[in-house]
């Protein structure tokens, strides 16, 4: 197809609109860089202290993580217990100490409270320590801790001395929260203003510290303060393994979690069968007898059947008729004989009286008794069984 002049005109008209904009948009754009943020990642959230130990690790530490007791350190390793411990057993709680005791330095966390009413708090180690965990408010005087609820939104750090170090290392422990050596065991401790947050004690050979939260060293919240620092001082030159998340969730959780589709679709799945099963449709049948019957009840049934269906008449006739039919096998030409001839031969062949046959052989009434009928049927029985 060819463009006059007009057309050509309207094509250069849209190159140059078309050029202008490009030359528009190449000074007008400007490149730059932009970090989104994403979050942690998946390994990140499973694993609450994941940065601590790429911290160890980082340190030339050997670091292995375990999720229960069954398994301990080396001889002179480091034990640090930061999950909860609801599961640990007497005798669980007896090996760590015995290990301890050969040499091995166990970091433990306060889990729980301490209870005046039943003497004990129901943590294991603790108890056995006889370390005592309160709320940092109840061992001050009344207008102390009046002062130190006031200024709960500005915490103030905790302090742990060093000999030979000229400034204290800071720690951001939970300030509400206190822990009370009643064995008077321990030999070093950190204190924030109004509580103590670590204690230290020795156990045989090895050595025991105690802290009221280990928050510190989570992902986000090492990296402040003396926090990494705290854990390579309690960790230096020894392997270290961490047990946190020893209480496992069971299997229903973990699948509600994970599949909540495909659980929700299991339980829909199920009420429907549930539903499908329990309807019923009016009353249960008896279960009907598998037994056969006999050939007599057979015939007896038969027989009424007959007899309700076609009559008492029409069953003499048909007797008759197969009378007549032996007849005619035993004496040929027998159909074409007179009636009379016919009972006098019947008569012959049966050996009864003539009377007897030629009454066998009237038609029957249109109703008969049921006396009359047994006695006709008696009577044509023996002459068919003579036959």
């Known amino acids: 197809m060819k463009l006059d002049s007009r ?9 140059l609109l078309l050029g202008a904009a490009l030359i528009y948009l190449s000074g007008s754009l400007r490149s730059y860089q932009t970090i989104i943020e994403h979050g942690p990642a998946p390994e990140a959230r499973h694993k609450p202290y994941l940065a601590a130990q790429m911290f160890l ?3 030339g530490r050997t670091v292995t993580r375990s999720e229960g007791f069954a398994s301990l350190p080396a001889k002179g390793g480091v034990l640090l217990l930061l999950g909860e411990r609801a ?21 433990v966390v306060a889990e729980r409270l301490w209870d005046e009413s039943s003497a004990r708090s129901g943590d294991l180690l603790l108890d056995a320590l006889k370390v005592q965990q309160h709320l940092a408010t109840d061992h001050l005087p009344a207008d102390e801790a009046a002062r130190a609820i006031g200024v709960r939104d500005q915490p103030e750090l905790t302090r742990l001395y060093l000999e030979n170090e000229e400034a204290p290392a800071y720690l951001a422990f ?3 929260y206190h822990l009370y050596d009643a064995g008077q065991r321990a030999h070093a401790w950190a204190n924030s203003a109004g509580a103590t947050h670590m204690l230290q004690m020795q156990h ?10 280990s928050w510190i060293w989570q992902n986000d919240r090492i990296k402040e303060y003396d926090h990494a620092w705290l854990l390579w001082y309690l960790t230096q030159d020894r392997d270290v393994t ?3 998340g020893g209480m496992h969730d069971g299997l229903p959780t973990q699948l509600r979690r994970h599949f909540p589709e495909a659980m929700t679709s299991l339980a829909l799945l199920l009420v ?4 499908h099963f329990a309807q019923r449709h009016g009353p249960m049948l008896p279960a009907t007898d598998c037994a056969r019957r006999q050939l007599e009840e057979h015939l007896r049934a038969s027989a009424g059947f007959l007899y309700r269906h076609a009559g008492p008449r029409q069953l ?3 007797l008759q008729q197969d009378i007549q039919r032996r007849a005619r096998q035993r004496q040929p030409g027998f159909e074409g004989l007179a009636i009379a001839e016919q009972c006098r031969v019947l008569a012959m062949l049966s050996h009864l009286p003539l009377p007897t046959i030629e009454q066998v052989l009237c038609p029957p009434s249109t109703t008969p008794s049921a006396s009359e009928f047994t006695r006709q049927v008696a009577k044509m029985q023996r002459i068919r069984n003579a036959l």
């Open 272 to 275: 429907l069968v549930i539903w």
């Open 242 to 244: 961490l047990v946190y």
């Open 87 to 107: 599961t640990m057993t007497p005798t669980q709680m007896q090996r760590v100490l015995d290990w301890t005791s050969t040499g091995g330095h166990l970091v």
């Open 174 to 176: 939970d300030t509400d």
């Open 7 to 15: 057309g050509y005109a309207l094509v250069c008209l849209a190159l």
């Open 57 to 59: 690790a980082d340190q």
């Open 316 to 318: 003499l006739l048909m």
């Open 204 to 213: 045989g050979k090895g050595l025991i510290t105690a802290l009221t939260d």
